[in-house]
């Protein structure tokens, strides 16, 4: 669990959990996940999900422990526990990395392949989390709508898009900017297409006023 939700983190996604009850000390901030279990009707975590898609300002906010990383120093931006857990990263690593799965079998297969007995390692070597998602936990699923689980869902943390007048300045600027530049532009068009049909009936007029004077 703690290797694939460090590489989602460090691909810069947002990892969607359901794993044990508390992920302190293994997440940047409390709001750099999403939960599962706080939605237990799928439709609705698909419904968000849809939305942070087409909602860049939304779904940067759970990436603000990674923006604000040139302001803000690290202790002031993530959680003490996970600083902790990460202030001697080699000893985090084998302790919880895919090297760490490796170092646990390389001793039972020898011992089977030597025909002896294997002596169970200290469990203190590994990360080891006994709370993980217990088994059928969302097997109310199939049975359909309306979706009605037997465990209290976790309340909601949704980031909401921010109205206009919330953004920072320097982006409202540049917005108020852009939008007065696209007005600009737009009645500069319909004002030079007037010119344009008026010239057209202008000249018409005239080819019209000459050829009755020909004749």
Not at 28 to 41: C, F, G, Q
Not at 111 to 129: C, H, M, R, S
Not at 162 to 177: G, K, M, Q, T, Y
Request: with cysteine; glycine share 2%; net charge negative.
């Amino acid at each position: 669990m703690h290797m694939k939700l460090y590489d989602s983190l460090s691909m810069s996604a947002v990892p969607i959990v359901d794993g044990p009850p508390s992920y302190i000390g293994f997440i940047p901030t409390e709001r750099s996940v999403i939960h599962m279990d706080a939605y237990p009707d799928p439709k609705d975590l698909a419904d968000y999900i849809n939305y942070l898609d087409n909602n860049d300002t939304a779904y940067l906010e759970y990436l603000s422990y990674r923006r604000d990383a040139i302001d803000i120093s690290a202790k002031n931006r993530l959680e003490p526990t996970f600083l902790e857990n990460w202030k001697d990263a080699k000893a985090f690593n084998e302790k919880s990395s895919y090297c760490s799965v490796c170092r646990g079998l390389i001793p039972w297969w020898k011992a089977k392949q030597e025909g002896t007995d294997y002596v169970e390692p200290n469990k203190d070597i590994f990360l080891v989390d006994d709370s993980c998602t217990s088994v059928g936990k969302w097997n109310y699923v199939n049975q359909g709508p309306p979706y009605q689980p037997d465990w209290i869902p976790r309340p909601r943390d949704e980031f909401t898009r921010p109205d206009f007048h919330e953004l920072p300045p320097a982006i409202s600027d540049r917005v108020h900017d852009k939008s007065t530049s696209i007005f600009i532009a737009n009645v500069s068009f319909i004002l030079l297409f007037i010119v344009f049909i008026s010239v057209l009936i202008r000249e018409s007029r005239k080819d019209r006023y000459k050829t009755v004077i020909d004749v």
